[in-house]
């Protein structure tokens, strides 16, 4: 049976945030005692963490049982937190750069998520706590005061791969199902050990979209986000997940399945979308990434517009015949933009992104290769995300 329903923000009034905010001081002020006491004796602790106006941030940690308790956030050194009289512990860092952050805490040699915080990365493997450091400007994945789009979510059996399964969709501000009016359709592929929800969870996908079409700078598109595994293996905790060739082309080609046989065509039938190539793009990241090429470019008749990201693939090449077996110079008629992006600093795929540009190039294939600062990780790809969405489809009437 479809099910489909939007999904509301969490919204936090002043007043409740003012509160969390006095109640979080008197816990780190030694002189408050009293405003402590109510704290820890509140059914409802303060919200962690804390973020000040100059960009620092504060961490709680209730449990007066610990011996140790240890802030581990991407970016920074791990760092001790204090405890006080009262059994909180807390430790302010910063000022950070803006940016979304993930972090976890060691509780005496124990990964702990932070259970005051709501907000967490949604992953198979690596779930971890986030908090947002905003800009001033704020940047393009913060919730700003535009009209925002709509995100759905849908359920559907698979009969591809046997399972039910789960896609996202997108759509922009002023959309109307019932209206003549069609729109561009982008689909956008998590990554490995992601879920479907990762780009609009993790990646604020939709807080990107709404800020550049606010700013006149995106054309409004719809964006559809699958569920990118198609060989259930590849996400076993005790198997060889992509790392095994023939797991990995397994996967690839039933997902391509279900892209291009069930979730594309619902697609087709649930929204106002342009059906034709020149309208329909597919971007992603990391195992994504080499599903968005692959799919793509081995799928020129469906998609002139692909993005790879961070772009993990079968082989680390030099030779890349084997995932394109049929392209050539002739196909750059057909491709309206082939961008190929990756962290400079990026462990793990770096080497076989640099080997792809190296063999597109001497193809003669035109691309558009983007090396930015950075790993493998979505502040890169949050920054991606809104270079190339600005380039999509403004060729088009």
């Known amino acids: 049976m479809q099910r489909d329903f939007e999904i509301p923000l969490p919204q936090v009034s002043r007043r409740e945030f003012a509160m969390q905010v006095a109640l979080a001081a008197g816990v780190l002020a030694t002189g408050s005692t009293?405003?402590?006491?109510?704290?820890?004796?509140?059914?409802?602790?303060?919200?962690?963490?804390?973020?000040?106006?100059?960009?620092?941030?504060?961490?709680?940690?209730?449990?007066?049982?610990a011996k140790t308790v240890i802030l581990e956030m991407g970016g920074i050194p791990p760092i001790p937190l204090k405890k006080n009289v009262h059994g909180m512990w807390a430790v302010t860092v910063g000022p950070l750069a803006p940016e979304i952050y993930?972090?976890?805490?060691?509780?005496?040699?124990?990964?702990?998520?932070?259970?005051?915080?709501?907000?967490?990365?949604?992953?198979?493997?690596?779930?971890?706590?986030?908090?947002?450091?905003?800009?001033?400007?704020?940047?393009?994945?913060?919730?700003?005061?535009?009209?925002?789009?709509?995100?759905?979510?849908h359920f559907y059996h698979s009969k591809v791969v046997g399972d039910n399964r789960d896609y996202y969709v997108y759509t922009p501000p002023g959309y109307r199902g019932d209206s003549s009016q069609k729109y561009p359709v982008l689909y956008l592929l998590h990554g490995y050990s992601d879920l479907a929800d990762a780009w609009t969870k993790v990646g604020r996908a939709n807080f990107i979209l709404d800020n550049l079409i606010a700013q006149g700078k995106a054309?409004?598109?719809?964006?559809?986000?699958?569920?990118?595994?198609?060989?259930?293996?590849?996400?076993?905790r005790t198997g060889p997940g992509l790392g095994q060739p023939q797991l990995y082309q397994s996967n690839l080609k039933k997902f391509q399945a279900t892209l291009l046989t069930e979730v594309m065509p619902r697609i087709a039938r649930q929204y106002r979308i342009h059906s034709h190539r020149d309208q329909t793009a597919i971007a992603g990241l990391s195992m994504g990434g080499g599903e968005s090429l692959s799919v793509g470019l081995n799928n020129l008749n469906r998609f002139a517009w692909i993005i790879g990201m961070s772009s993990y693939l079968n082989t680390n090449g030099p030779d890349f015949s084997s995932v394109f077996p049929t392209l050539n110079k002739s196909d750059n008629a057909r491709i309206k933009l082939l961008w190929i992006a990756c962290g400079k600093q990026d462990p793990i795929v770096a080497k076989a992104n640099h080997n792809l540009d190296a063999w597109m190039t001497a193809k003669g294939i035109k691309f558009t290769p983007v090396w930015t600062p950075g790993q493998h990780a979505f502040r890169v790809w949050r920054g991606n995300l809104s270079t190339f969405a600005p380039l999509l489809f403004q060729s088009q009437a």
Not at 48 to 57: G, Q, T, W
Not at 121 to 139: D, E, I, R, T
């Open 102 to 153: 993930t972090y976890a805490f060691s509780v005496d040699g124990a990964r702990v998520l932070d259970p005051l915080n709501p907000w967490v990365k949604p992953n198979l493997f690596y779930s971890a706590s986030m908090v947002l450091v905003p800009g001033n400007p704020p940047s393009l994945w913060q919730d700003c005061n535009v009209p925002h789009g709509v995100v759905h979510r």
């Open 34 to 65: 009293h405003l402590a006491r109510a704290a820890v004796s509140w059914n409802q602790l303060p919200v962690s963490p804390l973020v000040h106006a100059d960009r620092r941030v504060t961490f709680l940690f209730q449990d007066a049982g």
């Open 219 to 236: 054309r409004k598109m719809i964006v559809v986000m699958p569920l990118g595994y198609g060989d259930l293996r590849v996400i076993s």
